[in-house]
């Protein structure tokens, strides 16, 4: 004896039906990544999950800075060469313009204004916050893509977020590559 019949799931997949509308994907990712973050904070603990993100974010920086030193044959790129040619490669998902720079014996320091491909996920899901730690991705990313174009010419690379400028959508952050 069947207890639902073929009219009541025709009636009920008419009404569930996408129509062709296209699939919010990045929704959908945007969902999963907080329940990611959250979780494994609560398993793992804070500095476990800052490690973790930091090492995603390092695999895809090493990638594209090997995909560069191969585009423009070259090993080792200067700091403002580096910069340029990174950002120029990823429009797609950050704008990011420098503000100021400081230079001394030890370092250089460039101040910048980074609305990033994940700013606007931050909006929607508010336990998600600029600076915290889904933006350690970033920074695992941009360290070891910047380093390895840069190679023993500088010590290290450093990226901190400093600001979260709502007024201008932008987060302020500091760029330091160490001599």
Known sequence: MNLISKFE????????????VKLNVLRGY????????????????????????YQVGTVPGLTIAKRLKEKYNKEIFGIL?????????LKEYYSIQITHVEEDDEKI????????????SYKIRKRLKPGKAFCRVNKGYFEKALK????????????????????????????IFYK
């Open 109 to 120: 320091r460039f101040i910048i204004e980074n609305k990033c491909f994940l700013r606007d």
């Open 9 to 20: 799931i025709e009636k009920t997949n008419e009404k569930i039906r996408n129509n062709g």
């Open 30 to 53: 945007e969902i999963i990544t907080e329940s990611l973050i959250f979780k494994m904070y609560d398993v793992f603990g804070r500095n476990a999950l800052l490690s973790l993100l």
């Open 148 to 175: 390895e174009m840069l190679g023993e010419t500088i010590k290290s690379v450093e990226i901190n977020f400093l600001d979260d400028n709502v007024e201008k959508d932008v987060c302020e952050e500091e760029i």
């Open 81 to 89: 060469e580096s910069f340029e040619i990174l950002l120029s490669e």
